[in-house]
């Protein structure tokens, strides 16, 4: 295994700061894995301490993109949830989503199952000629929107709920015209 450009104590791995870490990039201790900051993480790229799984923060979270604390399960916000997608706190299901401020039937689960995700959507940062460049929120939709084919456009028309003037409101763009 490399041990090179590692700095504390009994790492393993590369680029590791702190101690007892192993696979590269780690900072903090006791850290498995990769790109791990904080303590007694595993899996990758998560910050806080004690996650396990993937790009979580916060502490003591299992599961994926979890933000919050003590969360099992993937994708949730707040604490203690062991459910998919949840925000707030001790929750054990997937939430029914809202679109365009008004509730629907559908989980997040079963939306990405009926409408995938979208084929385009801002872009807020990007390279161009090695330089990165980067578009105001409202300003990002609009150039997406500008380049967007019209069944692209149809993706988003077609959300459930969709009201003309939140879009509007959020994106800056007009359909209503």
Known sequence: MNHRKNS???NTGYKNTSNYNSGPNNSGNWN???????????GHNNSG????????SGDHNS??????????????AG????GHWNS?????NEPKLRFFNKETDLTMTD??????????????????????VTHEYKDAWQIMWNEATDEQKQWYLDL?????????????IDVRE
């Open 8 to 10: 504390g104590h009994k």
């Open 32 to 42: 498995t894995g990769r790109s791990n900051s904080g303590d007694y993480n595993s």
């Open 49 to 56: 301490n004690w996650n396990t799984g993937n790009y979580s």
């Open 63 to 76: 599961g994926y993109y979890n933000s919050g604390n003590y969360n099992s399960g993937s994708k949730n």
């Open 79 to 82: 604490d203690c949830n062991s």
């Open 88 to 92: 707030g706190f001790f929750n054990t």
């Open 111 to 132: 939306f990405r199952k009926k409408y995938g995700y979208p084929e385009v959507y801002p872009i807020l940062a990007e390279y161009q000629d090695g330089k990165l």
């Open 160 to 172: 459930p709920n969709f009201d003309p003037q939140v879009f509007c409101e959020i994106t800056s």
